[in-house]
């Protein structure tokens, strides 16, 4: 009751009011639901085996999924719940100069707007804090967000993000990491320099390796940035109590971090932060790290109400994390029979406008650039450097899918040039237990010959071992 | 606004949404009937997909003007109080679904082939679930299940998909 | 002219985080049926997580998955847990798991064994039942212990426990160090058909051989290896993020940014290989990320076989292994008039 007053003390014209409280009412599902619900059905088999390890068994939410029961973010409607949207920036590198919010908020049916200024304290990140929830003097990528709407329909929170001015002074956006690697290419992100994570692994003597191959094979290889496409968006609900508690229900994959990230973000203790995820729709690593939370927590509470904030299909490209796209120069020497006896490699990780999981994206691709080989003599560095582009994060493999396209395709071109069957030259290579790996470490529970056999087997590889 | 009557799901219901309303949010928003799902709003992932008048359509596609006397078929109708539908028992026993957002249109996609066509090729079950994009499975899985459930309505003629 | 090529890629990735703490935690409480509650902070994201711990819980307590009723994901009620990331829920969260099971076992152990007349050393749980281990005619129902427990000896059996894997810093100078406490690894092959006259590709076959450790539910680890390659078959051949040259995204939709549909996708066959890793539940490792890792290289390796060609940048569009086979025959054309 106490907003539609904050509205009509706007003037808005009479008509559009009420057509907005109209609207309103109506979002709140006013007939039970069509649906009988089987109540006793049969429990599968495998469910009620024991040992209970190794049964296939079914998955009570996959049930619920096949019934359309299972509730999504989305599917939760709070009483009195606004809605949220997000205005994006749409130029890469530009500083904020004034964000003109009046006209939004004037309109009839909006209830708060939010800008980056307001956030009590406006920086995340998981291991370096650069990024804002809503960008308040810098734009570092196109799809940052500036601002942020709450409105009694999601199609007025749309609408009047389109009444937000922003002034920019725009900047000439940087997209090429090679260009950001380059020391004289200005500090993107200042005062963090471009190269904001480096990691080298280091085994044995490579020049010694080298000098003793009897062929060395050089080569290039990129991978693209590609978007989880979680088929639900991200999304998020916040619902304050009167003893200054929220409760967000969310779409995060980790709430034990996320519910601290709120928490600092809103300047509250944790204890007032209740963080609930239920069944989320596909993470893939996209759904690590807040990104609507705050957002809806603030808007929450200058509102009194519960809102609601669901990614759009473009917002969910623009604006969350994707896979690092890689530049990986890999240098190997083998003997005549095959033998990997030295590799240098280099990567470059374009990091995108933000760290995010980079650095553990950084490490991993290290790590596991020079393949599951015994390799004596190893060098593999790696750089990750800011680019104006939509942040990369955490996406499944860490960067392993991208460094396995470049060490099995240069297994394959030396197993063409010395003309050895590609199945040999891995099973000569590969880990064994025991085996050293890049970093020193004994490996157990080694199958990776096992695993090429089976396959080989299976699919009928020519003079596959039996 | 418009009014609107449909039947859902065998039970009639008039419902007054603004023009612009599409059928996915009278559904979702103004029939508390959240089985079908908004993953796209254009069209392009078929989360939403739900059956008008015996075809498979994105209800994010439609407006809810466009169906103004029409029979809709949405997930939550396909299971009574006693049982699963086929497809749903199939889909759960052979771990077809994973996250499972996409699950509601699949299986409606699935019911619409083989209501039209009890026996189909697997080329047709790609055919007919390649608007509904899923990111978890590779589909593989609910190819089976479609597959079992085919081949299970075959073999007992009295079974039929409700 | 389609031209059919054969490609393998192997692949090694770890558990967990790199050479840092990402513990996790769990309780378990043995209701006075012999069902179970567990409670786990870490979030069912679609993988079949929650279905996975149940077992392991289950198992633990001589039980069926069907008895163990999992909470989870919510701050206030389920504990501490590093979450659904780096392939760790089945091996960290999984261990924490097991370990919370045996906590509240010992206190059906101490409860049933002056019942049994055994010391709890001599005990096992196991088809619902705490028995005399090599005397499984001496037992007590797992529910009446569990209520004994509680209503007589005014002990409910619950436990709790944490687990972080073991893992070493690393040298900053050289790399050196145990960054991860274990490994899964793979092999897949890949069968494909490319078009010499437009590049078009299409997979056709994978067969992807997976180490997952002990598999705790096969079908939950096929569905994770089957999923992990259709990410690998988009990753290789059709999904791209296109920025124009303002930095902004020009592809920001399912419309023009493509991945792969029920179409594009090959057969598949997974195999789950032998493998047991002590330190994992019950012989656990994890299969999440590394079932989309070999893909990608084993299609374009396959490709390399079916033409003749390397295309080192992905995706491997119809276009770009056109233009490679144009420039091999280009090539080709002028070695024939050099000779």
Not at chain 1, 65 to 92: C, E, N, S
Not at chain 2, 108 to 136: F, H
Request: proline fraction near 6%; charge should be negative.
């Amino acid at each position: 009751m106490e907003k539609k007053t904050v509205v009509a003390e706007k003037s808005a014209p009479a008509q559009a009011l009420l057509e907005s409280v109209e609207l309103e009412l109506l979002r709140a599902p006013a007939l039970a639901p069509l649906s009988p619900l089987p109540l006793e059905v049969l429990v599968p088999e495998a469910r009620q085996q024991t040992p209970a390890v190794g049964q296939r068994a079914t998955r009570p939410d996959g049930r619920l999924h096949g019934l359309g029961q299972t509730k999504f973010i989305d599917d939760f409607y709070l009483p009195g719940m606004l809605f949220a949207k997000i205005k994006r920036a749409g130029v890469a590198s530009a500083r904020i100069v004034s964000i003109d919010t009046k006209e939004a908020e004037a309109m009839p049916g909006v209830v708060a707007v939010l800008t980056g200024a307001e956030i009590p304290c406006n920086s995340f990140g998981p291991s370096l804090k650069d990024q804002p929830v809503l960008a308040d003097t810098r734009v570092f990528h196109a799809g940052d967000g500036v601002a942020a709407v709450a409105a009694v329909t999601e199609q007025i929170a749309a609408e009047a993000i389109e009444k937000i001015k922003v002034e920019y002074e725009m900047l000439t956006p940087v997209l090429d990491p090679l260009e950001s690697l380059k020391l004289e290419t200005p500090g993107l992100h200042a005062p963090n320099p471009n190269i904001y994570g480096h990691k080298v692994i280091k085994k044995g003597d490579i020049a010694k390796g080298f000098a003793e191959s009897d062929h060395i094979f050089e080569r290039t290889f990129r991978t693209q940035m590609v978007e989880h496409v979680p088929l639900e968006p991200h999304a998020s609900v916040a619902t304050w109590d009167a003893n200054g508690r929220v409760t967000i229900y969310s779409t995060l994959g980790r709430i034990t971090l996320g519910r601290s990230d709120v928490a600092r973000t809103l300047g509250i203790p944790m204890s007032r932060v209740r963080m609930i995820s239920t069944i989320v729709g596909g993470n893939f690593g996209g759904k690590n790290e807040i990104t609507t939370e705050p957002v809806v927590a603030l808007l929450s509470k200058k509102t009194g109400r519960p809102v609601k904030c669901l990614f759009t299909r473009p917002d969910e490209f623009i604006s969350s994390t994707t896979r690092h796209p890689l530049i990986m120069d890999y240098k190997t020497g083998v003997s005549k029979e095959g033998k990997i006896l030295a590799r240098q490699i280099r990567l470059v990780l374009d990091g995108g406008a933000y760290c995010s999981w980079s650095e553990t994206t950084l490490g991993k691709a290290c790590i596991l650039s020079a393949g599951p080989y015994n390799i004596e003599n190893l060098y593999a560095e790696a750089f990750v450097v800011y680019t104006n582009k939509t942040m990369t994060g955490a996406m499944r493999g860490f960067g392993a899918p991208q460094v396995c396209f470049a060490y099995e395709s240069q297994m394959d071109d030396i197993a063409t040039a010395l003309k050895i069957d590609p199945m040999e030259i891995r099973l000569l290579n590969a880990f064994t237990n025991g085996s050293l790996s890049p970093t020193g470490q004994t490996l157990h529970s080694v199958v990776v010959k096992e695993t090429l056999i089976q396959a080989a087997q299976r699919f009928g590889w020519n003079g596959a071992p039996s | 606004m418009a009014k609107v009557t449909i039947t859902v799901n065998g039970e009639a219901r008039t419902v007054s949404v603004p023009p612009e309303t599409t059928l996915l949010k009278l559904l979702r928003e103004h029939l508390n009937l959240t089985g079908a799902k908004l993953g796209c709003d254009v069209g392009d992932c078929g989360a939403c997909t739900v059956i008008v008048n015996g075809k498979s359509v994105n209800s994010c596609l439609m407006l809810a003007s466009q169906v103004d006397g029409f029979d809709v078929l949405t997930i939550e109708g396909l299971a009574t109080t006693d049982q699963l539908h086929p497809l749903q028992t199939a889909f759960e026993e052979k771990g077809s679904l994973q996250c499972g957002f996409c699950g509601p249109g699949v299986i409606m996609s699935a019911k619409a082939l083989l209501d039209e066509e009890p026996d189909p090729s697997v080329e047709r079950i790609r055919d007919a679930l390649a608007g509904n994009l899923c990111r978890c499975t590779g589909y593989s899985k609910m190819i089976e299940a479609v597959q079992a459930v085919a081949n299970s309505v075959n073999s007992h003629p009295s079974v039929k998909s409700a | 002219m389609k031209r059919r090529g054969r490609g393998i890629a192997c692949m090694w990735y770890p558990i967990g985080f790199t050479a840092s703490a990402n513990p996790s935690a769990a309780v378990v409480k043995v209701n006075e049926d012999g069902t179970a509650t567990l409670l786990t902070g870490t979030v069912e994201t679609g993988q079949g997580s929650l279905t996975v711990l149940a077992q392991i819980a289950a198992q633990a307590l001589g039980i069926a998955t069907d008895d163990v009723h999992v909470v989870s994901a919510d701050t206030d009620t389920t504990p501490m847990d590093t979450g659904a990331i780096a392939s760790r829920t089945t091996y960290v969260t999984g261990n924490a798991v097991m370990l919370a099971a045996e906590n509240a076992k010992k206190i059906l152990f101490e409860v049933a064994a002056p019942l049994l007349g055994v010391e709890p050393a001599h005990l096992e749980a196991k088809d619902h039942k705490i028995q005399v281990k090599g005397f499984p005619q001496r037992n007590m129902h797992i529910g009446d212990v569990a209520e004994h427990a509680r209503g007589v000896k005014g002990t409910p059996p619950i436990g709790s426990a944490t687990f972080n894997p073991a893992v070493l810093k690393l040298d900053p100078e050289t790399g050196q160090g145990k960054p991860f406490a274990t490994y899964v690894y793979a092999t897949q092959i890949a069968e494909v058909d490319v078009d010499d006259e437009t590049g078009e590709v299409e997979v056709l076959r994978i067969v992807a051989s997976h180490d997952c450790g002990a598999p705790i539910n096969p079908m939950l680890v096929e569905g994770q290896v089957e999923g992990g390659i259709s990410m690998g078959v988009g990753f290789a051949l059709q999904e791209e993020m296109l920025f124009d040259s303002s930095g902004r995204l020009i592809n920001p939709n399912l419309t023009n940014y493509i991945m792969p549909t029920s179409l594009d996708m090959p057969s598949v066959e997974v195999d789950i290989v032998d493998s047991y890793d002590e330190t994992g539940p019950f012989g656990a490792k994890g299969v999440g990320e590394p079932t989309c890792v070999s893909t990608a290289a084993a299609i374009l390796n396959a490709i390399h076989n079916a033409v003749g060609v390397r295309v080192t940048s992905l995706p491997a569009t119809a276009e770009k292994v056109f233009a490679a086979i144009q420039a091999k025959r280009a090539q080709e054309a002028k070695l024939v008039t050099a000779g």
